[in-house]
T-cell receptor
Framework: TQLLEQSPQFLSIQEGENLTVYCNSS?????LQWYRQEPGEGPVLLVT?????EVKKLKRLTFQFGDARKDSSLHITAAQPGDTGLYLC???????????FGTGTRLKVLA | NAGVTQTPKFQVLKTGQSMTLQCAQD?????MYWYRQDPGMGLRLIYY???????DKGEVPNGYNVSRLNKREFSLRLESAAPSQTSVYFC?????????????FGPGTRLTVL
């Protein structure tokens, strides 16, 4: 069974601080996605990474896919209260339509 | 465009009752999914439909059935609800069955089974 473990589970930081969220597995994924979910809503895609070692930037957010395609990280620079939410990673093995979601990291950024 | 819509938004059932959760998308997507979200568990795939006319089991299919009524609609049925099925249910759609495609999620149905 494929599993995606995220750490930390909870994170509460002050505005302006930097943070990194990790998504780890013992399985290889053909691609990995990061989503953000606001309370009472469904997840919304932030980015998809597909190549081992790939780095993508989305404004203050930097996403990296591990060389072996088993792990990923999300780094936020100078966090803002608007970054508050639940961050989820999701991976799919090659040739499958099944997405496995991580356990989630709940981030709270205090003004 | 409404995107992905789900009905109802909230539902309370008694143990043993049945109900159907409805999902529709207006983006002409081929693939549709049903997930449940429990605290500390992330989202778990219940069933998915790679294309119209096909359905397959996900991680946690026991106690559920699905119907891909047409390209737009994908329903989830609980035949005999149990308290363990208390959860938030999300429907999602994707342009085509590929691990590279974005999934678009509905707003969710919050189900409580007493």
């Amino acid at each position: 069974t494929q599993l995606l473990e995220q750490s930390p589970q909870f994170l509460s930081i002050q505005e302006g601080e930097n943070l990194t969220v990790y998504c780890n597995s013992s399985s290889v994924f053909s691609s990995l996605q990061w989503y953000r979910q606001e309370p009472g809503e469904g997840p919304v895609l932030l980015v998809t990474v597909v190549t081992g070692g790939e780095v993508k930037k989305l404004k203050r957010l930097t996403f990296q896919f591990g060389d072996a395609r088993k792990d990923s990280s999300l780094h936020i620079t100078a966090a803002q209260p608007g970054d508050t939410g639940l961050y989820l990673c999701a991976g799919a093995a090659s040739g499958t339509y099944k997405y496995i979601f991580g356990t989630g990291t709940r981030l709270k950024v205090l003004a | 465009n409404a995107g992905v819509t789900q009905t109802p938004k909230f539902q309370v059932l008694k143990t043993g009752q049945s109900m159907t959760l409805q999902c529709a998308q207006d983006m002409n997507h081929n693939s549709m999914y049903w997930y449940r979200q429990d605290p500390g568990m992330g989202l778990r795939l219940i069933y998915y439909s790679a294309s119209e006319g096909t359905t397959d089991k996900g991680e946690v299919p026991n106690g559920y059935n699905v119907s891909r009524l047409n390209k737009r609609e994908f329903s989830l049925r609980l035949e005999s609800a149990a308290p363990s099925q208390t959860s938030v249910y999300f429907c999602a759609s994707s342009p085509r069955g590929s691990s590279y495609n974005e999934q678009f999620f509905g707003p969710g149905t919050r189900l409580t089974v007493l």
